[in-house]
Nanobody, 114 residues
Framework: QVQLVESGGGLVQPGGSLRLSCAAS????????MSWYRQAPEKPREMVAT???????YYSDSVKGRFTISRDNGKNTVHLEMNNLKREDTAVYYC????????WGQGTQVIVSS
């Protein structure tokens, strides 16, 4: 059974930085794609950043140039480095991975506020 454990969320002032991490265990097979999604209150869940099996990153327009997704293959861990955070980045952030099944993390709250 795949388990995803997220960490790194919290409260940060506008312009600040946070680093989210998601550790995957029990995958039992190759991890093809690792992504971060977010869901703000009363808004649909949206993809923030994706890292393909070949290591190619994709970002939503709203975070391009500010967020960086990376993967630690040896530990099946994916990170999201978030810089120059804005109030509109406030959301619950979810880790998502694709192996032979789709798996979601439990979510970690990010609040950007002064």
């Amino acid at each position: 059974q795949v388990q995803l454990v997220e960490s790194g969320g919290g409260l940060v002032q506008p312009g600040g930085s946070l680093r989210l991490s998601c550790a995957a265990s029990g995958t039992g097979s190759e991890i093809y794609t690792m992504s971060w999604y977010r869901q703000a209150p009363e808004k649909p869940r949206e993809m923030v950043a994706t890292l393909t099996y070949l290591g190619r990153p994709y970002y939503s327009d709203s975070v391009k140039g500010r967020f960086t997704i990376s993967r630690d293959n040896g530990k099946n861990t994916v990170h999201l480095e978030m810089n120059n955070l804005k109030r509109e980045d406030t959301a619950v952030y979810y880790c998502w991975i694709l192996t032979t099944v789709v798996s979601w993390g439990q979510g970690t709250q990010v609040i950007v506020s002064s």
